[in-house]
């Protein structure tokens, strides 16, 4: 057995070099440090079997394949080579909108970016002279933000990505990270509006075979890129879809909420979406209870009902009050007023909301959005408990008792539309600070559809106007953002759904 690693057992790169090495994983330091490529630590092992005609006899080393020069053989590495990239310990929340990842090209500090778009069209394959064989070419010009309006097709929800990452080119080999510029990690996906709902067992459903994405289970979920595509991509766009159809998700499983994030940290805006998640059930329920006719059963389904929206209810004050005392040790605000003559706002919300980080303006976009549907769910249950229909007015004995801690001023109609002007107020922000633009296009659906209800009783013009003004907005900061990535060259490093 000839080539058996020997006393040496520093990384390929500085046996070459013929020096020490510090021998780290996965990647050596002292090449990195120096932006070399470290060649790794697998030796390569040649068998030589002796044969009858030479008598067992191996006098010598078996001639290695002939691959040419230096240089040729250099090139044809870097072609057939597929960088992995490996996130830095300790490993930070999926919401942090950058990360520091190595790789054997060194270390990287890359910002993540994702655009709803057409993947068929979006991604070209790159020149056969690219020095990478996985080079592609983006094509995302006149594209629109999502459309989230709901289909309420009885079509499961489907989502497709590539993962793709732009290394900039280093000038010098030994700047220091602080002057290094960032690359890019960008999740392209494309997905439908649809989310209906089977009570089939998981194996016995054909749409469940079908995703590749809910098929290999929570535990797929844990590491860079899927955790990140999960987190960022997959899971606000499903549950949206179900919350907007008004249908259930598997989501809501308990290992869907907790296995993924067993290795990284979670933000509050995970901690929210673990609330949010239970609300496409109780809308559902609502939508076959409300229409029923008035009748005693109505009314304690009703009832039934409106307790599991009560106890959702602490669920979402125990987050938001948890959330405030986390800002408040940091010393700054939740969000405040900023002056519509030097934030460029638009009438009628001339007096926008600020907030201390990115992260935080999508938080109490979202918080505000969701609680629009979930407290118009609530005073449809109100309302189906007190109408009591040909019986008359309801008697002690007739109308059942309300869940205890139920605030009825909380619900109303007026109180619903001070939310709504504050995911408004909100998204400017939140358009301008996100990577992600099609993430608002979801909380933009909730506010034009509310005021399009109060349209019937005329008002809410301006806000009508306002939120075909944003639109547009979103819409050009979604070709702004397509341009801006056409410009380079990035490599395929994944594939999900």
């Given at each position: 057995?000839?080539?058996?690693?020997?006393?040496?057992?520093?990384?390929?790169t500085?046996?070459?070099?013929?020096?020490?090495?510090?021998?780290?994983?996965?990647?050596?330091?002292k090449?990195?440090?120096?932006?070399?490529?470290?060649?790794?630590?697998?030796?390569?092992?040649?068998?030589?079997?002796?044969?009858?005609?030479?008598?067992?006899?191996?006098?010598?080393?078996?001639?290695?394949?002939?691959?040419?020069?230096?240089?040729?053989?250099g090139?044809?590495?870097?072609?057939?080579?597929?960088?992995?990239f490996?996130?830095?310990?300790?490993?930070?929340?999926?919401?942090?909108?950058?990360?520091?990842?190595?790789?054997?090209?060194?270390?990287?500090?890359?910002?993540?970016?994702?655009?709803?778009?057409?993947?068929?069209s979006?991604?070209?394959?790159?020149?056969?002279?690219?020095?990478?064989?996985?080079?592609?070419?983006?094509?995302?010009?006149?594209?629109?933000?999502?459309?989230a309006n709901?289909?309420?097709?009885?079509?499961?929800?489907?989502?497709?990505?590539r993962?793709?990452?732009?290394?900039?080119?280093k000038?010098?080999?030994?700047?220091?990270?602080?002057?290094?510029?960032?690359?890019?990690?960008?999740?392209?996906?494309?997905?439908?509006?649809?989310?209906?709902?089977?009570?089939?067992?998981?194996?016995?459903?054909?749409?469940?075979?079908?995703?590749?994405?809910?098929?290999?289970?929570?535990?797929?979920?844990?590491?860079?890129?899927?955790?990140?595509?999960?987190?960022?991509?997959?899971?606000?766009?499903?549950?949206w879809?179900?919350?907007?159809?008004?249908?259930?998700?598997?989501?809501?499983?308990?290992?869907?909420?907790v296995?993924?994030?067993?290795r990284?940290?979670?933000?509050?805006?995970?901690?929210?979406?673990?609330?949010?998640?239970?609300?496409?059930?109780?809308?559902?329920?609502?939508?076959?209870?409300?229409?029923?006719?008035?009748?005693?059963?109505?009314?304690?389904?009703?009832?039934?009902?409106?307790?599991n929206?009560?106890?959702?209810?602490?669920q979402?004050?125990?987050w938001?009050?948890?959330?405030?005392?986390?800002v408040?040790?940091?010393?700054?605000?939740?969000?405040?007023?900023?002056?519509?003559?030097?934030?460029?706002?638009?009438?009628?919300?001339?007096?926008?909301?600020?907030?201390?980080?990115?992260?935080?303006?999508?938080?109490?976009?979202?918080?505000?959005?969701?609680?629009?549907?979930?407290?118009?769910?609530?005073?449809?249950?109100?309302?189906?408990?007190?109408?009591?229909?040909s019986?008359?007015?309801?008697?002690?004995s007739?109308?059942p008792?309300?869940?205890?801690g139920?605030?009825?001023?909380?619900?109303?109609?007026?109180?619903?539309?001070?939310?709504?002007?504050?995911?408004?107020?909100?998204?400017?922000?939140a358009?301008?600070?996100?990577?992600?633009?099609?993430l608002?296009?979801?909380?933009?659906?909730?506010?034009?559809?509310?005021?399009?209800?109060?349209?019937?009783?005329?008002?809410?013009?301006?806000?009508?106007?306002?939120?075909?003004?944003?639109?547009?907005?979103?819409?050009?900061?979604?070709?702004?953002?397509g341009?801006?990535?056409q410009?380079?060259?990035?490599?395929?490093?994944?594939?999900?759904?």
């Amino acid at each position: 057995m000839v080539g058996v690693p020997g006393k040496y057992k520093g990384c390929n790169t500085c046996r070459a070099r013929r020096v020490a090495c510090d021998n780290g994983r996965p990647f050596c330091k002292k090449c990195t440090d120096y932006g070399r490529e470290c060649g790794g630590y697998e030796r390569e092992t040649v068998f030589i079997v002796g044969t009858q005609e030479d008598k067992g006899r191996c006098s010598s080393h078996p001639p290695r394949n002939q691959q040419g020069s230096k240089k040729a053989k250099g090139n044809q590495a870097r072609q057939t080579e597929k960088l992995d990239f490996i996130a830095t310990e300790p490993w930070q929340p999926a919401w942090i909108d950058t990360i520091s990842l190595s790789s054997t090209a060194g270390s990287h500090r890359v910002r993540f970016v994702g655009l709803q778009t057409d993947l068929s069209s979006a991604i070209q394959a790159g020149s056969p002279r690219s020095p990478r064989k996985n080079e592609v070419t983006l094509s995302l010009g006149g594209g629109c933000a999502l459309d989230a309006n709901p289909t309420f097709r009885n079509e499961a929800f489907s989502l497709k990505s590539r993962c793709l990452m732009y290394l900039p080119p280093k000038n010098n080999s030994r700047q220091t990270a602080g002057n290094s510029s960032e690359g890019i990690c960008l999740f392209l996906y494309e997905q439908n509006s649809s989310s209906a709902y089977s009570n089939e067992a998981p194996w016995k459903d054909a749409a469940v075979q079908a995703d590749r994405i809910r098929s290999q289970g929570p535990t797929a979920y844990q590491s860079f890129p899927e955790h990140h595509f999960f987190a960022r991509v997959y899971r606000p766009s499903a549950i949206w879809a179900a919350l907007l159809n008004r249908q259930p998700t598997f989501l809501c499983s308990p290992e869907w909420t907790v296995v993924p994030w067993e290795r990284h940290p979670r933000t509050p805006f995970d901690d929210l979406l673990d609330i949010v998640v239970l609300l496409p059930s109780i809308l559902s329920r609502s939508d076959r209870i409300i229409p029923l006719d008035a009748s005693q059963s109505r009314r304690m389904k009703a009832r039934d009902l409106l307790s599991n929206c009560v106890n959702i209810e602490r669920q979402f004050d125990i987050w938001y009050s948890m959330v405030h005392q986390r800002v408040d040790e940091s010393g700054a605000p939740l969000y405040w007023i900023v002056d519509g003559m030097t934030s460029g706002a638009h009438t009628p919300f001339i007096e926008t909301f600020n907030f201390p980080s990115p992260l935080m303006g999508l938080v109490h976009v979202y918080y505000w959005a969701v609680l629009i549907n979930f407290h118009q769910c609530i005073y449809g249950l109100l309302d189906a408990i007190f109408d009591t229909g040909s019986e008359g007015s309801p008697g002690p004995s007739v109308l059942p008792e309300l869940p205890p801690g139920l605030d009825l001023q909380r619900y109303q109609p007026a109180q619903t539309r001070v939310l709504a002007e504050n995911v408004c107020r909100s998204l400017d922000y939140a358009l301008q600070t996100t990577g992600q633009p099609d993430l608002l296009a979801a909380p933009l659906c909730v506010v034009s559809e509310f005021y399009s209800r109060i349209g019937r009783f005329g008002e809410g013009e301006l806000e009508r106007q306002w939120c075909s003004s944003f639109r547009g907005r979103l819409d050009a900061k979604t070709r702004e953002v397509g341009s801006w990535l056409q410009e380079k060259k990035w490599v395929e490093t994944k594939q999900f759904g």
